[in-house]
Structures are given as structure tokens and as C-alpha cells.
């Protein structure tokens, strides 16, 4: 049972790029997630779906977009990326809405120089 | 003013010691209340969950709620080096599936 997996684990990106992290769930949880996280900056959310077809906004969703076409994944494209996202990016997944026990997966390392 | 606040730390406690973490927040509409402890470059993974007012212990560890004071903490007795790691405390008001993360703290227990 491989639970969350992020691809790539590390990634430099040249400013104006664009390219997509890749995340998968073999939970069959209908709950995905987006998260970023910059030191000392605990856990921003992007973008969060609540099934496939649906996706919503999270706190920073700006330059970034999400798609989710099944329940196992839920791709987050960044274009044309900026230094500002230069960041860790966390996919989680969780069957709940409510209680808010989400699996992590081990993230995504991104710099833009 | 940010909805949870945490102090970042570093903490650093001799082995065996009792450690203390705390957060605040403003939105009393949060109802659930978590843990996450995050060990470097991995994901962070649920330690402790608590709903509403109160107390939960599992082994160790120690999650307490004062929902009047919008404080939380979670205590960990005889703390060991494997608990050298961030914790993040994160909390939700259940109605929006969103949780809104502390900054976290970092812990180091030194042997």
C-alpha cells in the first residue's frame, strides 16, 4: 500500500517555466489536497477537491491550477513560474471532510531561479 | 492578526524531559483539533486529533483543548531523541474540509 506519491521529489525550474507535479492516491480517499509549505510558514493550502470533476480554491491558489479527471489524481500545474514559488509542495489525501486526518505524501522540493 | 499562532522554537530539552507545545487561535468556530508531527524532509503525519473541549492522551503524548481560552497543547512525557522533529498543530471548523496549520515547532531532544 504506497498511499500518497508526489513526482518529482526535487525539481529546478528556469522563471517563465511551467511543468505539473504529479500526485497519486490508492486510498480511493475522494478528498485531495494541495498544500505549500516555506520555512517557518506552516502549511498554505492551494487547491483541494472533493472528487473527481471538482476542485476549489484554496488560501494561495494564484499561478497554480489543478485538474482531477479520476479519484486517484489530482496534478498541480504550475506556469510560468516565479521565485516566489520556489517552495515545498505537499499532496494529501483524506476520506473525511470533516475531521481533517489527512495522509501526506513526502513532497515535492521545487526551486525557480 | 494570523487565525493560529505557534512558536516556531527551536525548542532543545534533555532526554526524559516533559515538553510542552502550544497554539493559539482566533476563530472559535474551530471545532477540530490536530497534531502533526513533521520529521525532516518527510511528510507530516496525524499524531493526535481531539474534538472540542478537553483531554486526549495516547502513550506519551498529551493533547489538551480550552476552547474558552482558544489554546491547545500537547505534552509529551519522557520525551525521547525519536522525537526530534517539527510539530504543527492544525485545527478546522468541519463544514469546509479545510485545516488551517500553526507555523510549527521545531523539537530537538538531545540524548
Known amino acids: 500500500n504506497a498511499g500518497v506519491t508526489q513526482t518529482p521529489k526535487f525539481r529546478i525550474l528556469k522563471i517563465g517555466q511551467s511543468m505539473t507535479l504529479q500526485c497519486t492516491q490508492d486510498m480511493n480517499h475522494n478528498y485531495m489536497y494541495w498544500y505549500r509549505q516555506d520555512p517557518g510558514m506552516g502549511l498554505k493550502l492551494i487547491y483541494y477537491s472533493v472528487g473527481a470533476g471538482i476542485t476549489d480554491k484554496g488560501e494561495v491558489p494564484n499561478g497554480y491550477n489543478v485538474s482531477r479527471s479520476t479519484t486517484e489524481d489530482f496534478p498541480l500545474r504550475l506556469e510560468l513560474a516565479a521565485p516566489s514559488q520556489t517552495s515545498v509542495y505537499f499532496c494529501a489525501s483524506s476520506w473525511d471532510r470533516v475531521t481533517g486526518e489527512l495522509f501526506f505524501g513526502e513532497g515535492s522540493r521545487l526551486t525557480v531561479l | ?111
Do not use: H
Open chain 2, 1 to 111: 492578526q494570523k487565525e493560529v499562532e505557534q512558536d516556531p522554537g527551536p525548542l532543545s530539552v534533555p532526554e526524559g524531559a516533559i515538553v510542552s507545545l502550544n497554539c493559539t487561535y482566533s476563530n472559535s468556530a474551530f471545532q477540530y483539533f490536530m497534531w502533526y508531527r513533521q520529521y525532516s524532509r518527510k511528510g507530516p503525519e496525524l499524531l493526535m486529533y481531539t474534538y472540542s473541549s478537553g483531554n486526549k492522551e495516547d502513550g506519551r503524548f498529551t493533547a489538551q483543548v480550552d476552547k474558552s481560552s482558544k489554546y491547545i497543547s500537547l505534552f509529551i512525557r519522557d520525551s525521547q531523541p525519536s522525537d526530534s522533529a517539527t510539530y504543527l498543530c492544525a485545527m478546522s471548523a468541519g463544514n469546509t474540509g479545510k485545516l488551517i496549520f500553526g507555523q510549527g515547532t521545531t523539537l530537538q531532544v538531545k540524548p
